[in-house]
């Protein structure tokens, strides 16, 4: 297992530092349609995610909004805010796909230039590939959002 250096910086990158610093969609929403909540009792990592569609009942309804607020290291918060990033303004069937692009990112699969570009910001954090202990740390978010998603289907 590689050694963490002292400055992340250095080591994560841009993208995810500037997430960590000022992580986007923290507010909590008022009347949220689906909400899950996802804890690793091995480092002490909690994600809790909270979903608004713009119309509940139509079934292509859009995220309009999203809350992500994550506690634990760099990665889990920077990952949280990109993911909530990531799927506002998608419809749930969209923001599924995001959620196996992601995986698929993690763990290792090559992708198509195409499918790098729909992860957009995401895919910065495939430098985390190389500190396998952390991997968990960015999948945290993304099981809550699948669970999330369940819960508005
Ligand atoms: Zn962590």
Known sequence: MA????????????VIMEHYRSPRHRRRLERPDAEAEEFNPFCGDRANLQLQLA??????????????????CSII????????????????DEASDLSQLFRDLMQGKPLPPVALEEL??????????????????????????????????
């Open 3 to 14: 050694q963490l250096p002292d400055n992340p910086d250095a080591l994560y990158g841009d």
């Open 55 to 72: 119309e509940a009942t139509s079934k292509d309804a859009v995220i309009a909004g999203v809350s992500a607020v994550a506690e634990g």
């Open 120 to 153: 957009g910001e995401l895919s910065a954090l495939e430098v985390v590939r190389q500190y396998p202990v952390r991997i968990k740390c960015a999948l945290l978010p993304w099981v809550a959002l699948e669970e999330g998603l369940r819960r508005l289907r």
């Open 77 to 92: 918060q920077a990952s949280a805010s990109l993911l909530a990033d990531g799927v506002h303004g998608r419809t749930v």
